[in-house]
């Protein structure tokens, strides 16, 4: 790489990572990186595109490894055969279902803010934006909730193996999520119960009931999407409402707001910065040449802050209209559990804000945000607590 | 006013029904279904806030 394109690899792990993403759009939209033949999209247009054709940009295990044995379903199976699996899918994580499971979830964010609430200080990301998502996932799946502590450590596992105290290779964690998921699925076919591992052992694609192997590709799949990344969100949201107490007690006093705070929110931070696909046909994007074979990330979180797509897109605009953001992706691999994630992510601001109106970061405390998905794993803030 | 959405164009998004609710309904996958493709005219404003809000672009207004 020329050494006069040094800088465009600099902050865009940084707390506000919109300067690096200009940066990127505007002297290098295909950025060739230099790691693993890989180039990074950056513009809005480019990066839509890229999602809305899956036959020249590829979701397939081409993409992506994260040790898993066979493709992922439905992520690394690309259209026609994908759309299946998302008829299958798509309705369980509906918003009209996700509606349905909204008290439950409530409760469990209600319980978890409770028990910090008097003390006046909490480690947000411990105490509630990583164990909340992960716990609704083990009930709508039906896993037993005492198993969390080792469901985390082998999500981290795929995840950010090298932060493990006795780092494993993604390989020997894949086939440990394998046994989790064969020793559940061997429970409930004894013992059927709402669930959507019991769910799934009764469905069918192509008139033909699913498969062990194919379940355990979904589960898979599941367990890897469906928890960083809201954690990451809850991260993101309450780090950024933290640091601006007048946008904060704006969405505090006007309720029917919150769907565009979470939109904007969404928006503005994009806590999945980015999603990776392989060239399956030469193409040709913001005049640079890429050849079939080449992986490529998409940034989504530099499309999401495109002033050729967004006006004044560094505001934070909680009434921005359009917002046409691509934080859940785009295409045919639109992100499966978006509704999920917004009804959680819902629930969770409501109910803190109900209890902790008024809070900050704790004093001294220095953000850092981990790379690829947003997460800030020391998010310690403070408030007044109640007497 | 006219509305209609492209059916293999809509991924399921949901920011039309969310935003438009009286002009904009989901079918069992989420996927974005008309509820009226006549808009009475007290819900013009809304299918236009909704349709723009689309990301892939898969509603179309025709007034």
């Known amino acids: 790489m020329a050494e006069t394109e040094a800088h465009l690899l600099v902050g865009v792990n940084a707390p506000d990572p919109k300067p690096a993403y200009r940066r990127r759009r505007d002297e290098c939209p295909v950025l060739r990186t230099g790691e693993g033949g890989s180039a990074v999209i950056s513009r809005y247009e480019d990066v839509l595109w890229a999602l809305r054709h899956p036959e020249v940009f590829s979701s397939d295990s081409e993409a992506v490894s994260i040790g898993n044995e066979r493709p992922l379903i439905p992520l690394q199976i690309d259209p026609p055969e994908h759309v299946k699996y998302r008829k299958l899918l798509d309705p369980v994580f509906s918003r009209k279902r996700m509606a349905i499971l909204e008290p439950q979830v409530r409760r469990l964010a209600a319980e978890r803010i409770e028990a910090f609430a008097d003390r006046g200080v909490c480690d947000f990301h411990g105490e509630l934006a990583e164990p909340l998502p992960s716990t609704v996932f083990l009930q709508l799946l039906g896993l037993p909730l005492e198993r969390l502590p080792y469901f985390l450590e082998l999500k981290d596992g795929i995840i950010r193996p090298e932060a493990s105290a006795t780092p494993v290779s993604r390989e020997t964690t894949g086939r440990k999520i394998y046994a989790l998921f064969e020793e559940a699925l061997d429970a409930r076919s004894a013992e059927p119960g709402e669930d959507l591992l019991s769910w799934m052992s009764e469905e069918e694609v192509d008139g033909r009931k699913l498969t062990r192997e194919q379940i355990l590709d979904i589960c898979y799949l599941l367990l890897l999407a469906g928890l960083d990344t809201v954690t990451a969100s809850l991260d993101c949201f309450v780090a950024y409402l933290a640091q601006h107490p007048e946008r904060r007690r704006m969405a505090i006093e006007r309720p029917e707001m919150l769907d565009g705070v979470i939109e904007e929110l969404l928006r503005s931070e994009t806590p999945v910065v980015t999603v990776l696909r392989v060239l399956k046909q030469d193409v040709t994007l913001s005049s640079v040449e890429l050849k079939a074979g080449e992986r490529v990330a998409l940034l989504l979180g530099a499309a999401d802050s495109d002033e050729r797509s967004f006006d004044d897109p560094e505001r934070v605009d909680f009434g921005r209209r359009p917002n046409r953001h691509l934080a859940f992706g785009g295409g045919p691999h639109r992100c499966l559990g978006s509704h999920l994630a917004r009804m959680e992510l819902r629930a969770v601001l409501e109910e803190f804000h109900a209890r902790i109106p008024e809070y900050e970061l704790a004093p001294g405390v220095q953000l850092q945000y981990s790379p690829g998905i947003r997460q800030v794993s020391e998010l310690p803030l403070v408030w007044s607590a109640r007497a | ?63």
């Open chain 2, 1 to 63: 006013m006219k509305v209609q959405v492209l059916s293999e164009v809509c991924t399921g998004h949901g920011r039309c029904y969310m935003l438009a609710p009286e002009v904009f309904g989901e079918d069992d996958r989420g996927h974005c279904q008309v509820l009226a493709p006549e808009v009475p005219s007290e819900h013009e404003s809304q299918a236009r806030i909704g349709a723009e809000a689309c990301p892939e672009q898969a509603i179309e207004i025709e007034e």
